[in-house]
């Protein structure tokens, strides 16, 4: 069964700490995993594509990590900030067909000054 | 610079009525979604539309109708509204360029109770 996994569910971390959150994922045949951002009441906003061949990519404070072998992607945040209270969502496109994005239900971030 | 436009934000339904949730696109996206998100669940798709005039099932179509007559609208119909369809209802859309590659957009969200 095609599922995304992202752990902790929940993280509470002290502003300027960094922090790494966790996606496994069974999907197949895969094609790239996205992070997405998701403020409250607000739409998820993409942060970060890895597609088969890449094993990190940063955008700013964000790096994020793929390893196909193990199906196993994470999300390091550093110097965090209290903006980045969000939730961070991990989706994992199938190949083939128009729409297959597995989505992961997210891990909810809280930074605390 | 609007994005994807959902109204409305927010709504409450009694049990049985019938309402529409309305989304807009300004990128020339061929593609748009319905997804509803639920507490402790990711994102499930309910329709989406690959291109004016077509539309096909999601993961969750049932109680639900779809309507993509303009490319840069797709409306989604409650026909006779349940509690169960109480959830945050996201409206995306994408350009497809057949690497897969291409970003989702996603609008604000309706936050619809039905009571």
């Known amino acids: 069964k095609n599922q995304v996994e992202q752990s902790p569910q929940s993280l509470i971390i002290l502003e300027g700490k960094n922090c790494t959150l966790q996606?496994?994922?069974?999907?197949?045949?895969?094609?790239?995993l996205r992070w997405y951002k998701q403020d409250t009441g607000r739409g998820p906003v993409s942060l970060t594509i890895m597609t088969f061949s890449e094993n990190t990519k940063s955008n700013g404070r964000y790096t994020a990590t793929l390893d196909a072998d193990t199906k196993q992607s994470s999300l390091h945040i550093t110097a965090s900030q209290l903006s980045d209270s969000a939730s961070y969502i991990c989706v994992v496109r199938r190949s083939g067909g128009y729409n297959k994005l597995i989505f992961g239900a997210g891990t909810r971030l809280a930074v605390h000054p | 610079n609007a994005g994807v436009t959902q109204t409305p934000k927010f709504q409450v339904l009694k049990t049985g009525q019938s309402m529409t949730l309305q989304c807009a696109q300004d990128m020339n996206h061929n593609s748009m979604y319905w997804y509803r998100q639920d507490p402790g669940m990711g994102l499930r798709l309910i329709y989406y539309?690959?291109?004016?005039?077509?539309?096909d099932k999601g993961e969750v179509p049932d109680g639900y109708n779809v309507s993509r007559l303009k490319k840069q609208n797709f409306l989604l119909g409650l026909e006779s509204a349940a509690p169960s369809q109480t959830s945050v209802y996201f409206c995306?859309?994408?350009?497809?360029?057949?690497?897969?590659?291409?970003?989702?957009?996603f609008g604000q969200g309706t936050r619809l109770t039905v009571v």
């Open positions: 996606c496994n994922y069974t999907v197949s045949p895969f094609s790239n």
């Open positions: 995306a859309s994408s350009y497809l360029d057949g690497t897969g590659n291409t970003e989702a957009f």
């Open positions: 539309s690959a291109s004016e005039g077509t539309t």
